[in-house]
């Protein structure tokens, strides 16, 4: 088992390693000091790991209930949220209890948001099942529900006191699924990782995938260590999303997933980049090159007015301007700040 250790306004262990599902009890019960457990998890998760959860939380002495959702990103919503919150409240939870998120991104960002925002605040555990929720969102304290207006705009910063990833888990993945969290390792190694980029493109995925964990959650905690409120270099992390967000609202966050909007976001920006000399040259052809084996698309034949018009909705967007990450070559990055106008003018739209 692998440690990587987050310091931030709450410090907090990240374990990776294989068969760590059915010790979760007790490494959580090593961790925190509740005793009284919420499980929270979608219909597909708690058809492969919900028991096993939960008789590995009752062995280390927690008493636990269990909610569960329809899966999918329809259900980051605030109708999903406020029924946890009822269950919460119908079984006696307080400010002393725990609430655990079993499964994937979805899972994770609702349950840490209500985790946030229930008795103003509770503590949970992360245990990240799918290659996106393992190497990004189980880590860092981002968490969130999704609005009519667009991805994540509701949501606090609210540090886990846990995160447990057991590799054996995204076994039961399927290849659609595997290559949706892989966008999120492959924008690792562009935005500060030369190394994990080649590592991808010269081995074997599968048989890397604890050290590329390890690797993917080094990176964030170091950024977050830095600027854990997303008031500079944690904009980094955003690459590939503000154009990818837009993707998603447009097909109304149903119609493709996460991970292959995201990789069509860095392909698209890192190609006009390259164009407009801001971008070493062949830097787009080895990111797409890396894209394909991952099994990730980087195109779309969305206008691109129609993608500009949504992404001025992403959270990188202020007054003056927008904020958007451009890796002028694989393993460097930069926050770019433009004016809207200069924004559109990027895309070559209006």
């Known amino acids: 088992m692998e440690t990587v250790n987050v310091k931030a306004s709450k410090c907090y262990d990240i374990l990776i390693g294989k068969g760590l599902l059915d010790n979760c009890g007790e490494l959580s019960a090593k961790a925190?000091?509740?005793?009284?457990?919420?499980?929270?998890t979608d219909d597909n998760v708690d058809r492969y790991y919900g028991e096993r959860a939960v008789k590995s939380f009752e062995k280390a002495g927690f008493t636990v209930v269990k909610f569960v959702f329809p899966h999918?990103?329809?259900?980051?919503?605030?109708?999903?949220?406020?029924?946890?919150?009822d269950f919460l409240a119908e079984n006696g939870f307080t400010r002393s209890d725990i609430l655990i998120a079993l499964?994937?991104?979805?899972?994770?960002?609702?349950?840490?948001?209500?985790?946030?925002?229930?008795?103003?605040?509770?503590?949970?555990?992360?245990?990240?099942?799918?290659?996106?929720?393992?190497?990004?969102?189980?880590?860092?304290?981002?968490?969130?529900?999704?609005?009519?207006?667009?991805?994540?705009?509701?949501?606090?910063?609210?540090?886990?006191?846990?995160?447990?990833?057991?590799?054996?888990?995204?076994d039961t993945l399927t290849p659609e699924f595997f290559a949706d969290g892989m966008a999120e390792v492959v924008k690792y190694g562009m935005i500060r990782s030369k190394e994990l980029f080649d590592l991808l493109c010269e081995q074997d995925i599968k048989s890397n995938m604890p050290d590329i964990i390890k690797r993917c959650v080094s990176i964030k905690a170091q950024v977050v260590a830095n600027d854990?409120?997303?008031?500079?270099?944690?904009?980094?992390?955003?690459?590939?999303?503000?154009?990818?967000?837009?993707?998603?609202?447009?097909?109304?966050?149903?119609?493709?997933?996460?991970?292959?909007?995201?990789?069509?976001?860095?392909?698209?920006f890192t190609h006009i980049a390259e164009s407009k000399g801001i971008c070493h040259a062949g830097t787009s052809a080895k990111l797409d090159k890396l894209l394909e084996k991952c099994a990730l698309p980087c195109t779309t034949d969305i206008d691109m007015n129609i993608l500009y018009k949504y992404s001025l909705g992403d959270k990188k967007r202020?007054?003056?301007?927008?904020?958007?990450?451009?890796?002028?070559?694989?393993?460097?990055?930069?926050?770019?700040?433009?004016?809207?106008?200069?924004?559109?003018?990027?895309?070559?739209?209006?």
Do not use: W
């Open 103 to 170: 499964g994937g991104g979805v899972v994770g960002d609702l349950t840490g948001f209500a985790a946030a925002t229930y008795m103003r605040g509770i503590e949970f555990i992360q245990i990240p099942t799918t290659v996106l929720s393992q190497v990004d969102s189980s880590v860092g304290g981002k968490t969130a529900v999704d609005i009519s207006g667009g991805k994540n705009l509701v949501g606090a910063f609210h540090q886990p006191s846990l995160v447990i990833c057991d590799t054996d888990t995204l």
């Open 72 to 85: 999918g990103e329809a259900s980051k919503s605030h109708s999903v949220l406020l029924k946890l919150y």
């Open 228 to 268: 854990e409120f997303d008031r500079g270099e944690r904009a980094l992390l955003n690459f590939g999303h503000t154009l990818g967000h837009a993707i998603e609202k447009h097909y109304n966050f149903s119609g493709i997933t996460h991970g292959y909007a995201v990789a069509i976001g860095m392909s698209v």
């Open 32 to 40: 925190v000091k509740a005793r009284k457990a919420a499980i929270v």
């Open 318 to 350: 202020s007054s003056s301007g927008i904020d958007i990450i451009i890796c002028s070559d694989i393993g460097e990055s930069k926050v770019d700040k433009m004016t809207i106008d200069e924004y559109a003018a990027f895309l070559g739209v209006l």
